[in-house]
């Protein structure tokens, strides 16, 4: 069964950091723990599952290079399980490949090292909150929003062909109600399409609706999610569609008749 990452009432999130550094593991447990957050460590994939089958934590930061079972194992393992909680990857690699994998597995972001960490406490605030920001935009936005919509009073789903997008859960749904796991800035970027059906969105509006960080409006990241997510939607993911190609453009999603 999957569990799902709490933060009861007014808790601080908990946060599991996974490096076989001992003294980078205890400079980010003390200086997360001094911005508010209730951190764990792990000096590798073995000790780290034991911690999660303990509690569930808001995000993992994995890195990637670690003995035994690496980081990319472990973030699959962790979106499998808990598509959920946020998952954000260190790697020292210079070539572009292990960053690519992790977002193909749904890692929600990565930092390379030697990092700042201001810049990794604002990344890591960044993707708790998205859920979120997320929720907050499409209540707003969902009063006018022309999706199709779920007749029930107490749910709001749009439909992505035989799937159904459930707005208030977070969840999506395959034809038969089972869920369909997916990360966190999978479903933003649905919820972002189901807010503009028909209209075509270019990825610099992805990027800054549904994706929260500066990267290069070029970046793969974009296109990689897109093609996770037509997998999982899509009769024919080589022929898709729901969300279509607009060449040179982007991305636009066409909701079914």
Known sequence: MTQTPQTPGNASPAVLVVDDEPELCTLLAEYLGRHGFQVRTAPDAAAARALVAEQVPALA???????????????RWLRDNHPRMGLVMLTTAVDAVDRIVGLELGADDYVPKPFDMRELLA?????????????????????????????????RRVAFGDCLLDLDQRRLLNAAGADIEISAAEFDLLALFARHPHRPLDRNQIMEQAHNRGWDVFDRS??????????????????????????????VFVPTA
Do not use: C, F, Q, W
């Open 222 to 251: 974009i296109d990689l999610r897109i093609m996770r997510l037509r997998r999982k939607i899509e009769r024919n993911p080589d022929k898709p569609e729901l969300i279509k190609t607009v060449r040179n453009v982007g991305y």
């Open 123 to 155: 990344r890591i605030r960044a993707v708790l909150r998205r859920a979120e920001v997320t929720a907050a935009a499409i209540a707003a936005a969902s009063v006018s929003a022309p999706a199709p919509l779920d007749s029930s009073p107490t749910t």
């Open 61 to 75: 930061l994995l890195d990637i290079h670690m003995p035994g079972e690496n980081g990319l194992s472990l973030a």
